[in-house]
């Protein structure tokens, strides 16, 4: 069974299919391991263990982590730029940062072992997605700073895939090489390979690409984003998710059976919490995913508040790989959208306008406040098709979708509809919340 998904990789598929008990007790050795070098190393940490009393001799049992703090996104900040490194700089050989939103960028690190790690990881990932050495992989993630490109990169020449680095950006010529080169993977943000689907049909080309398998994350996505991928590309899309803190993309996977990304746990130890008590959830339940790193060097992350909103799954695959799943990301706790007192993530929005006909999947969500009360004004790009109708169809069509926020998500806003291809297109993670409070 081991060899039936791995015959093609030269990764070692046997950490993919250990026995639980297996699993946990690998863990309950790497984690000790990974507390003491975080203790020992790492100051901002020792003082957060030391405020509450706690020390590595405190975990016995892997169970005992819920009594250790959580790092937070603002340690990185507080530390700014190296100080959460738990090894001198001599042994950096690399440095990346995460797309840093607001303020100063988080910056990582990784030693030559972190970065053979990376590399396993993603070819994992890729094994996962069914891609092999024979495949050519079109890497549009972006290279630089950001751990997308460089972080598919090593992974995919790891498994002996064909890489075509070419990074995010000038989409006529991306289609270009995905035809001309016969591209049968694919790596980029969801939203961008739909952008670039739209280029492909538009150029008229769409019949002629090769593709089989995309990999695509660093952004939250909906199943019905899902369907109009794999139409639009003729490809299977499979839900890759990691972020910087932790590695970059190589955290968890889906495998070709779709049903959730199989965490590496072998080196990622995952807990779910109540994000407002930061108490640890029994299995199955929903909340913010928590995740420590137990192998990496530069830099050993203990109990990061992801903010992802997840859930996780341990019985086994279909694909007989026995790490356990977690469930499509549906936002994060701090991008959730309180209106009216309704908790709204932008991807559910994305999953009712999915399956509405005559909207295309962009879409641009603006909050205002107007006196105490937010409000919400959905922008929606129309189909070519729906245009071609008279103005009674656009009114309809508002109507439609107002009554499905409605009923599904007991939310109401207004619609606006735009014409196609108004709404920014991006290159990399689509910005969908653009939120005039804070301005
Ligand atoms: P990266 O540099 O890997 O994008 P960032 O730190 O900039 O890392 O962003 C990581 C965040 O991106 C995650 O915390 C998560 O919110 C989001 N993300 C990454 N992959 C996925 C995915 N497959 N589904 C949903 N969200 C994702
Ligand atoms: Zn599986």
């Known amino acids: 069974m081991v060899t039936s998904f791995a015959s093609n ?178 790596a980029s943000t969801p939203s961008y390979a739909l952008y670039m689907a739209e280029v492909a049909a538009e150029m008229g080309v769409r019949d002629r690409l090769k593709l089989r398998v995309g990999i695509f994350g660093a952004e939250p996505w909906s199943e019905g984003m899902r369907e ?13 998710y990691g972020m910087s803190e932790l590695i970059g993309p190589g955290v968890s996977s889906e495998c070709e059976h779709q049903c959730g990304m199989h965490i590496f746990e072998d080196h990622f130890y995952p807990e779910i919490i109540d994000p407002e008590t930061e108490e640890v959830l029994p299995p199955g339940s929903r909340g913010e995913l928590v995740m420590t790193t137990m192998t990496k060097e530069a830099l050993p992350v203990i109990r990061y508040r992801t903010r992802d909103i997840t859930s996780l799954t341990y019985e086994r695959c279909a694909c007989g790989r026995t790490l356990v799943r977690m469930q499509r990301v549906t936002g994060r706790s701090d991008d959730m959208l309180i209106i009216r007192g309704v908790n709204v993530f932008p991807s559910q929005i994305e999953d009712v306008l999915t399956h509405i006909e005559g909207t295309a999947p962009h879409y641009q969500i603006h909050v205002r406040r107007e006196g105490t009360l937010d409000e919400l004004e959905l922008w929606v790009e129309v189909t070519e098709s729906v245009l071609k109708d008279e103005i009674r169809s656009l009114e309809s069509l508002s109507r439609r979708i107002n009554a499905e926020l409605q009923s599904v998500l007991n939310i109401s806003c207004r619609v606006k509809l735009v014409e196609p291809k108004t709404i920014e297109r991006s290159e990399g993670k689509a910005k969908r919340v653009i939120d005039h409070r804070q301005m």
């Not at 900040?77 to 840093?100: K, Q, T």
């Not at 996962?128 to 630089?144: E, F, L, N």
């Not at 109009?228 to 890759?240: C, Q, T």
Request: with cysteine.
């Open 9 to 186: 990789t030269i990764y070692n598929p046997l950490y993919e299919c250990m026995a639980r008990d297996e699993i946990t007790a690998l863990q309950a050795r790497r984690m000790k391991d990974v507390i003491s070098r975080a203790y020992n190393h790492v100051p901002a940490y020792r003082r957060k263990c030391q405020e509450i009393g706690v020390t590595p001799m405190h975990l016995e049992r892997l169970e005992d982590l819920r009594h250790f703090p959580c790092t937070v996104k603002s340690d990185f900040r507080d530390n700014y730029p190296f100080g959460m490194f738990a090894v001198p700089m001599e042994e950096v050989v690399r440095i990346h940062s995460s797309s840093g939103t607001t303020g100063k960028p988080t910056v990582v690190g990784y030693t030559a072992n972190d970065i053979q790690l990376w590399s396993e990881v993603m070819a994992r990932t890729m094994g996962c997605a069914g891609i092999t050495r024979k495949d050519v992989i079109q890497i549009c993630y972006g290279y630089g700073l950001f751990t997308g490109g460089l972080g598919v990169h090593y992974g995919a020449e790891r498994l002996g895939a064909t890489v075509i680095p070419i990074s995010g950006g000038n989409t006529k010529r991306q289609v270009m090489i995905m035809e001309d080169y016969g591209s049968t993977a694919l």
């Open 228 to 240: 109009d991928l794999e139409r639009e590309l003729g490809l299977k899309a499979i839900d890759i």
